[in-house]
């Protein structure tokens, strides 16, 4: 990667806790809840990275914290060199156009009662971008034709209830071109589609990466969807990442024993291919309330003596791709019954 479009270091969000039964027995007050907790990461433009995790991971609230949508506890957030919790108030309107995001609901983010001309046109007037009609209609055409919407006079004057869902998630896309962003934030892009168009709306969101340089952050809770359209993946659990890398090694030796779960369920087109699925245990804790050590060892298969005290940090495994797991520097422990837990 050359140069940095997005750069994140360390970004942490806590949100005041309510207080359980358990803290108010124990006359405490409410636990914070940690929904991100030092979360890293670059991305350059025309670069595509998955987040990727269960729901509770934090990835939404990472995809909100890059947004601008909400400040972080902690941490920092870099868009082009320019840090967005320390922009004015006129900088972060600014920030807001080249800052995008795909919501999961088509049909939710569409107003019913505005044709697709007003909806497209929409945010180029709330910004005060366009200065005559004329250039208007050539900003909104063009915002449509990137989104694969043409020819483009089919559409302007249809309502959505008048699309299917993979249109509508087009006009969502369409809306966000409108405004040039450098960075678009995809949280869940194809989970209220039918299965048969989700491949359509990756590979547009693919294709702008590509094309037109911009940056993609794909948020989801299935892996298999970003397999072929992710150059990188960062596998995120209760507000960590936990793996990061090039989607090929990930998906080849993922090496936490979380990704390597969320991988063993991902169907494989091959049927002579057998893959022993990992059945994890319990459910992700809460994040008021996260494991000692590393975090994820109340559910790990391979968790032994010393996952409940130490907290491992990312240990590099190849190539820009790393692991916060101590059996990477430690990888005998796996192999020892004494030391196995559980
Ligand atoms: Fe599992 Fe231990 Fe590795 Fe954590 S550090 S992922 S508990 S083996």
Redesign the pocket.
Known sequence: MTEQLLRVEGLAKTFPGRRSLADVLARRPAQPVRAVDGVSFELGPGEVLALVGESGSGKTTVGNLLMGLMAPSGGRVMLDGAEVGRLSARDLRLLRRRVQMVFQDPYESLNPRMTVREIVAEPLRVHRISASYAELRTRVADALTSAGLTPVDAYLGRYPFELSGGQRQRIVIAAALALQPSLLIADEPVSMLDVSIRAEILNLLSALAREQGIGVVMITHDLSTVAAYADRIAVMYLGRI?EYGPTRAVLAEPR???AQALLSVVPVPDPSFRRRPVILRGEMPDPSNIPS?????PR?????D???T?D?PLFEVGPGHAA?????EEPE??AEPARR?G
């Open positions: 936990v936490h024993p979380y050590g590393c975090r994820f060892h790990c298969p391979l968790a032994f010393r996952c409940p130490v491992p916060a797991c101590l059996l990477v422990a796996a837990l």
